[in-house]
């Protein structure tokens, strides 16, 4: 990057780094003769640095020349299969996330204080996830299975810096922000030849709002825990001769006041309360 900007100094506008590197990766699988199969898999990711990240937003903002893209590597394995009546994929899995960037607070010679955006540290998310779907049987022309999908995850900070005011916290070891211990999707089935139903409760755990994984909200919302919620689905299908299919998902069964997140930007710091109950009917025709 070359060129002008009105409020930063013309010598420290010239940036450049350079995106030329190899994204390797390797995947295994071994099915054994019953049909279940044990899979292993490795694989390099990367995240650029991009314009918003060189370019400063005021004087008081400085960009640090040896700026470097975020990289790291996603690492899982596990084991799925099924038998009669089960059906399963249990996995583990590690996400190493290298060169975060964020902003630091920096002096200069003078000693005046500026924002100094950097790579400010690394993150690992180790995780379990299970899938498992049990057909409990049939009533007359009507099956029935139960199923769940479920995660969980702990996700931290190592060797990492943020700033706090004019100075700079260590935060290694803490949470990652939207980072949520388990999500938790469950549910009940019930199929027929003319229709078919399911209820799914899903559950998100708690998250923090930002990297001190600070608990009790500021004063205008921006950080502070997001609360766990619960929500309550109902979907169905019904087969209406051979050309009509109608479809009737209830979201929200419960009308749960919820939040996902404290977003610090556009339109503002607070939180954004999420959709309430709604209903979406369609209609579709084969022709």
């Known amino acids: 990057m070359s060129g002008v900007i009105s409020y930063y100094d013309p010598e420290d506008v010239p940036n450049a780094i350079e995106h030329k590197f190899p994204l390797l990766g390797i995947n295994t699988q071994y099915q054994f003769k019953n049909g279940n199969s044990f899979y292993a898999g490795w ?26 893209d975020a990289y790291g590597y996603n690492m899982e394995a596990g084991f799925r299969g099924q038998t009669r009546k089960l059906r399963w994929d249990v996995g583990v899995f590690r996400v190493q996330y290298n060169n975060r960037l964020g902003s630091q607070a920096q002096y200069d010679e003078n000693g005046a204080f500026h924002l100094y955006r950097t790579n400010i540290g690394n993150s690992i998310t180790d995780g379990i996830e299970l899938f498992t779907e049990y057909e409990l049987g049939k009533i007359k022309s009507v099956s029935f299975s139960i199923f769940t999908a479920t995660s969980l995850m702990d996700g931290r900070y190592s060797d990492a810096q943020i700033r706090v005011g004019d100075a700079n916290v260590d935060v290694s070891g803490n949470k990652l922000e939207s980072a949520s211990e388990v999500i938790t999707r469950n549910g009940i089935s019930m199929r027929s030849k003319k229709a078919s139903v399911s209820m799914l409760y899903s559950y998100v755990g708690d998250s923090f709002a930002d990297p001190l994984n600070t608990v009790t909200p500021s004063a205008n919302g921006a950080v502070g825990l997001v609360p766990g919620y619960g929500l309550l689905d109902i979907n169905s299908t019904f087969f209406i001769l051979n050309q009509i299919t109608l479809r009737v998902n209830v979201n929200n069964v419960t009308n749960k006041q919820y939040f996902t997140k404290r977003p610090s930007f556009y339109p503002g710091p607070g939180i954004w309360s999420s959709d309430g109950r709604s209903v979406v009917v369609s209609v579709g025709f084969k022709i």
């Open 43 to 68: 694989s390099q990711a990367y995240r650029p640095v991009i314009f918003k990240d060189i370019v400063p937003s005021s004087v008081y903002e400085q960009v640090d020349k040896n700026l470097k």
